[in-house]
């Protein structure tokens, strides 16, 4: 008898613990959408898959904006970790179309359980209708298939989005503020990152990574600039980092000039933030 009651006091505490170990994991785990706003999900047919879409901001606005996918397998809704996903953005004016600046997923695998990528909407949704075509081929069943999805973009309150002639050769180029933002700003030493693209044709924007930028921060309002700043250089990608000095709070103004090599290819160019 005592036996017995040894055998199902250990069972119990036994469960007790496994419990308490599965709440804890359960309790640890972090959702890697949290803090993001979910835009849009849907089945890529072919695939058998479903992917929802998600970003940092609460609505789309011109300029660089990164999104973050989930996939999952459409009848068992287990993540999908391994995929090749390729976007396609395009802007329907009616008589014509054209694309935008993208970045697909880095890599084949995903990271936290999302898909980074991007896209750089060089216009708002007043002058024609946005959509985004998701390719996606399923490395688990080995299918592929697509979806398009509708986006509403809009035109920010400051632009984050600017365009310029070259003068050096004529090309258009895009240039796109994703660092520092209204949210992030802060008194003192700043990342600084914006992205440059070249536009080719209606359906080909390479990131371009031939230019030299200068930077020169001032306050309008105030009558000066600040030290200590870096020019953005090159990284990747098109992407160009570098440091701008806030020494107070207010409304700043980045100057920026391009040039190709010794050639002046712009000095029109400036992004305000305010904080």
């Known amino acids: 008898m005592k036996k017995s009651l040894y055998l199902l006091l250990s069972v119990a505490i036994l469960c007790v613990i496994i419990f308490l170990a599965a709440c804890t994991k359960e309790s640890t785990e972090q959702n890697p959408t949290a ?41 068992t809704g287990k993540r999908i970790e391994d995929a090749h996903i390729h976007l396609t953005p395009i802007m329907n004016m009616g008589m014509m179309q054209h694309n935008a600046p993208y970045e697909n997923p880095a890599s084949t695998k995903a990271i936290d359980h999302l898909f980074p990528c991007s896209v750089t909407f060089i216009m708002s949704s007043m002058g024609g209708s946005w959509t985004l075509e998701i390719e996606v081929h399923n490395h688990t069943n080995d299918k592929e298939g697509s979806i398009t999805i509708p986006l509403t973009v809009a035109e920010p309150a400051v632009s984050r989005q600017k365009s310029f002639t070259a003068s050096h050769n004529g090309a258009r180029y895009f240039i796109s503020l994703i660092s520092p933002t209204v949210a992030n700003s802060k008194v003192g030493i700043n990342d600084m990152e914006i992205a440059i693209y070249k536009k080719e044709s209606m359906t080909n924007w390479p990131a371009d990574s031939s230019l030299s930028v200068i930077l020169t921060p001032e306050m309008p309002t105030m009558g000066h600039g600040s030290p200590n700043n870096v020019n953005p250089a090159h990284v990747g990608n098109g992407h160009y ?14 100057n920026l000039d391009f040039m190709s090599g010794t050639a002046v290819a712009d000095t029109t160019q400036f992004f305000d933030v305010q904080f």
Do not use: I, Q
């Open 241 to 254: 980092k570098g440091k701008v000095n806030f020494t107070m709070t207010g409304l700043w103004r980045l």
């Open 35 to 75: 803090g993001l706003t979910k835009l849009s999900e849907g089945y890529v047919t072919g695939a058998g898959t479903k992917v929802e879409v998600f970003t940092k901001e609460t609505s789309l606005t011109t300029g660089y904006t990164k999104f973050y996918l989930a996939l999952y397998d459409s009848v």
